[in-house]
């Protein structure tokens, strides 16, 4: 069964950095792209980042020049790089991930169970 696990999550000073990590749990034949979403309490689930299996980056103006994503193929694993975090930056953060999981099988969105990041003083 493939699953997505998030990891990394904590509780940081504003101005702080904190690295996340999905991995992806199970076998699988391909990755295409790989993100990261937030939810803020009260809010609606938004874009984080995205990175494809080749090509370039995307994130979203607010964290555009703050938050770095990479991918280990090797492992399959998408990380979310996080600095000069703010108290807006709080959210349940959630990967995703375009998965095919046998060669003949059409590619299918995942999402991990999410993981806290809290930006506090």
């Known amino acids: 069964q493939v699953q997505l696990v998030e990891s990394g999550g904590g509780l940081v000073q504003p101005g702080g950095s904190l690295r996340i990590s999905c991995e992806v749990s199970?076998?699988?034949?391909?990755?295409?792209?790989m993100g990261w979403y937030r939810q803020a309490p009260g809010k609606q689930r938004e874009f984080v980042a995205i990175?494809?299996?080749?090509?370039?980056?995307n994130y979203a103006d607010s964290v555009k020049g703050r938050f770095t994503i990479s991918r280990d193929n090797a492992k399959n694993t998408v990380y979310l790089q996080m600095n000069s975090l703010k108290p807006e930056d709080t959210a349940v953060y959630y990967c995703?991930?375009?998965?095919?999981?046998?060669?003949?099988?059409?590619?299918?969105?995942?999402w991990g169970q999410g993981t806290q990041v809290t930006v506090s003083s």
């Open positions: 990175i494809p299996s080749a090509g370039n980056t």
């Open positions: 995703n991930a375009e998965l095919r999981e046998y060669a003949y099988s059409p590619y299918v969105w995942y």
């Open positions: 199970g076998s699988i034949f391909s990755s295409n792209a």
